[in-house]
């Protein structure tokens, strides 16, 4: 069975801001399969699915942030996932990148990223599949860029006409998951690691700091 996981605060407070982003790529994924992610286990919100002739399931966290990764080594557990790098797929929202673009990556650093950090730290390795889904100020015209205010930021709810990008995004989170299931790793990072301006694929390479 595959693990993926949405990274985000429980709290409906938190429910539209950029951090939860990836509370909402899973929501979205179980309501195209006609589902909510209400079952508890592993110290999270969780959902069984059949997405792109697998079984799923689908799971929102409920430690917060900051201990995401004890629910993720908890589920990894007791599914008896042997092989963390190809069976679990991680979705949160990244500030390095502008909101309206996705990067797909087999690992990576959490660059200041604190539920980032907790998955890797409880599950003992960077080698995981995630897919950063960017909450970040788009470049201004001149192509200077805006430095969203970090926490504060995160954790604030977002505005309607950011919320309609982000519902595009999701759609795509969900094309890119389904086509990790169907193709692999690779093909979905040739067909979603694109800049939208830039016909050639963007670099697997962090360029984030």
């Known amino acids: 069975m595959k693990l993926i996981v949405g990274l985000g605060n429980p709290g409906i407070e938190y429910q539209f801001t950029p951090h939860n982003a990836g509370f909402l790529a899973v929501d979205r994924i179980a309501e195209d399969c006609g589902v909510a992610v209400t079952n508890r286990r592993g110290r999270a919100l969780t959902a069984r699915v059949r997405l792109a002739g697998q079984d799923v399931l689908l799971a929102k966290p409920e430690t917060f942030m900051n201990l995401s990764g004890l629910s993720v080594a908890a589920l990894v557990r007791e599914l008896e996932i042997e092989n963390v790098s190809e069976d ?13 673009t996705i990067r797909i990556r087999r690992d990576g650093r959490p660059n200041g990223h604190n539920g980032v950090k907790s998955v890797s730290g409880a599950l003992g390795t960077e080698e995981w599949l995630r897919i950063r889904i960017g909450v970040g100020k788009p470049a201004l015209a001149d192509g200077r860029e805006i430095k969203a ?10 505005r309607k006409q950011e919320l309609a990008v982000l519902d595009e995004v999701l759609d795509r989170v969900e094309d890119a998951v389904e086509m990790v299931l169907t193709q692999g790793v690779s093909a979905a990072m040739n067909e979603f690691n694109r800049r939208p301006t830039d016909p050639e694929k963007d670099s697997d390479e962090p360029k984030e700091k």
Do not use: C, H, R, T
Request: glycine share 14%; hydrophobic share 50%.
């Open 149 to 158: 205010g970090g926490k504060d930021y995160l954790l604030s709810p977002m």
């Open 88 to 100: 679990v797929i991680v979705l949160y929202d990244e500030l390095a990148l502008p909101l309206g």
